[in-house]
């Protein structure tokens, strides 16, 4: 698992061995992988001897890092330059610079134009205007030069610990953000660079480990994100007793005359997934669509006997349907089973939902539920909010509704009740089309069918995460969040990287659940 901090809790983490004076030491550290990413990145493209950089650096110890390493890679043979965004740099950071031949240029009022279409055709910027040390974004002639840059779109842009104007913690960014190519974040990983929209300007990340992380091992992350290596130990397979019964049986209501393709996708995905069994219900014109495309499916017009776990909501439309997501949640809440909450069923809520429903909303439904519940008071929250704060929102949706909520995005996170949060982010752009939710929402009821005993199991793989059963929900749901994005990002690969449709995401499920078992081993069933 990759966990990610907040700026104060990697200073936190500094402060002992800044305290033993150990701070010029970590300074050398940053600067020396900050100056190798450079080096690996500019030698992709040309012979490093005589290749161009700038360093952006301001008043603070980001712009200490920068210099130190813009002045090894002088010794190295680049020519360096070195913006100086306020009037007071780091002074030893600066006297290696110069003593390493740089050449150094004042950022003034009138000059940020002039400088950024200097910098811009160079071989490599390196942005180490603002670190953790930030309040709020650039300002005066540094905003300026920044904006004039990121329209002139340099060939590689390499940021210091983080993109300058982006919160560490929270991912917030305050606009003009140069982004990067690259972002080399010392220590630990800042969550600010694994949440949009900051993890949108951040490119590539690369940790650089400075002597810090062991003072970061007792520290509960701001976020968390599962790797391959989890979810192959985490993802539910059946054993050698398995009957279809014991592998997770799915209710799904979902669909309408309508929408009949929402519970054609979402009933799909969840057989492909790996439940043992799906039941459906919903009108006949949509029963008829969905067993044509999946004949596994059983089309429940009564009572539907037992499941282990619910869909609830995918193209739901008119009251019939609304009754139907009505009971099945009512019988959920009563016997205590997981549910999966999604587009229509989102605005038919209980008043507080227990930890193992999980609500799947996009940023417009995240705001629409939030203006919906009392708690929230007056304050009106609307999409632009979300996508603007979504660490802060997911989180307060959360804690607010009791329930486990899926914010779904470019990277997607989810909030446990009491605050664990997730984020994931292997799905690409060419995701974002009709029916991809609907694909998520069978694979993750799926998920939550199969693993629902896994959960509970304070031995078992969800336990071994260090996690408290009612947050364990949380990682349910990155599991299929994982799943469902790499789903998409390989069936686009398989088009050499162009466009999807949910079909084409469904159809990837089983072979990346496969190869995520092989990644950990596991015997195949
Ligand atoms: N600690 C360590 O040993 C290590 C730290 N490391 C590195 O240090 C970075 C953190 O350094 P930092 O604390 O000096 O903060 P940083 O972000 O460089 O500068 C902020 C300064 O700028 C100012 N300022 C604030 N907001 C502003 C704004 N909007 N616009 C303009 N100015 C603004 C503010 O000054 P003030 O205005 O308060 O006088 C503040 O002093 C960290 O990201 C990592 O790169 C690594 O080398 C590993 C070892
Ligand atoms: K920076």
């Known amino acids: ?49 005589g290749a161009s950089v700038t360093v952006l650096a301001g008043k603070g110890n980001n712009g200490g890092d920068g210099l130190f390493a813009a002045a090894f890679l002088a010794r190295r ?119 949009d929209p900051g993890e949108g300007c951040a490119g590539r990340v690369e940790l650089v480990s400075i002597g810090i992380e062991p003072g970061l091992r007792s520290v509960s992350p701001e976020l968390r994100r599962l790797t391959a290596r989890d979810l192959g130990r985490l993802l539910p397979a059946p054993d050698r007793r398995a009957h279809k019964y014991s592998r997770g049986v799915l209710g799904v209501v979902a669909g309408s005359a309508r929408f009949a393709g929402a519970a054609v996708l979402s009933v799909h995905s969840a057989a492909l997934a790996g439940a043992g069994m799906v039941r459906y219900l919903g009108p006949e014109s949509a029963a008829r669509a969905v067993l044509s495309r999946t004949p596994e499916a059983l089309w429940e017009t009564g009572d539907p006997g037992r499941v282990q776990a619910w869909v609830l909501g995918p193209g739901v439309d008119g009251a019939e349907q609304l009754r139907r997501v009505g009971d099945a949640a009512k019988t959920a809440m009563d016997t205590g089973l997981p549910v999966v909450v999604d587009a229509g069923a989102l605005g038919a809520l209980p008043d507080r939902c227990p930890p193992h429903w999980i609500l799947t909303p996009h940023a417009g439904e995240l705001a629409t539920l939030l203006d919906s519940l009392p708690s ?73 069918a199969q693993s629902a005993e896994e959960v509970r199991d304070d031995d078992g793989a969800y336990a071994a995460l260090g996690l408290e059963q009612a947050d364990r929900w949380a990682a349910v749901a990155a599991v299929a969040a994982s799943v469902h994005g790499r789903a998409g990002a390989e069936a686009s690969a398989n088009f050499e990287g162009g466009p999807l449709t949910a079909s084409a995401i469904m159809a990837g499920v089983p072979r990346v659940i496969g190869s995520l078992a092989a990644e950990y081993d596991r015997p195949r069933p």
């Open 1 to 49: 698992m990759i966990s990610a901090f907040t700026g104060q809790q990697i200073r936190d983490a500094e402060k002992p061995l800044l305290d033993s004076g150990e701070g010029a030491v970590l300074m050398q550290r940053a600067a020396y992988g900050l100056a190798q990413e450079v080096v690996r990145q500019v030698k992709r493209k040309r012979k490093l001897t």
């Open 77 to 195: 043979g680049m020519r360096t330059t070195a913006v100086l965004a306020a009037p007071e740099v780091h002074p030893e950071a600066l006297a290696a610079f110069t003593a390493a031949g740089g050449r150094t240029l004042r950022l003034e009022p009138g000059n940020a134009e002039e400088l950024a279409v200097m910098c811009a055709g160079d071989d490599a910027i390196i942005d180490a205007l603002l670190g953790t040390g930030a309040r709020g974004g650039l300002r005066g002639a540094a905003a300026e030069m920044i904006a004039s840059l990121q329209e002139l779109r340099p060939s590689l842009v390499v940021a210091c610990d983080l993109p300058s104007g982006l919160d560490a913690g929270t991912g917030e960014v305050h606009w003009p953000v140069l982004d990067a190519d690259v972002t080399v974040t010392f220590g630990g990983i800042k969550a600010g660079l694994m949440t």
């Open 376 to 448: 929230l008071g007056e304050i009106a929250v609307t999409r632009d909010d979300v996508e603007a704060r979504p660490l802060h929102f997911v989180r307060l949706a959360a804690e607010l509704t009791g329930a486990t909520v899926l914010l779904k995005g470019a990277t997607t996170l989810v909030a446990s009740p009491s605050g664990v949060v997730f984020s994931q982010s292997e799905g690409i752009a060419w995701m974002a089309t009709a029916g991809s939710g609907d694909v998520l929402s069978g694979v993750l009821g799926a998920v939550v």
